[in-house]
């Protein structure tokens, strides 16, 4: 609906705004450079994610 991907399901494609990681077209035709992560909440901070993963494995910081 707003061009993402659903949480529950990966995919990928190149220049495709539906998939979960997307490939630039430019990447592909040069075989280097970066993908994008378009999965919902891809752009959380992920010393944040790290730090409570953390506390809700070993405890809180006493």
Known sequence: MHETAP???FSYGV???GASIRIPW?????????IEDR????NMDPY??????TE???GGVS
């Open 7 to 9: 949480w529950n399901e």
């Open 15 to 17: 220049s495709d705004r």
């Open 26 to 34: 430019q990447v592909e035709v040069e075989r280097k450079g970066y």
């Open 39 to 42: 999965r919902p909440n891809a």
């Open 48 to 53: 944040v994610v790290t730090r409570l993963i």
């Open 56 to 58: 809700t494995v070993c």
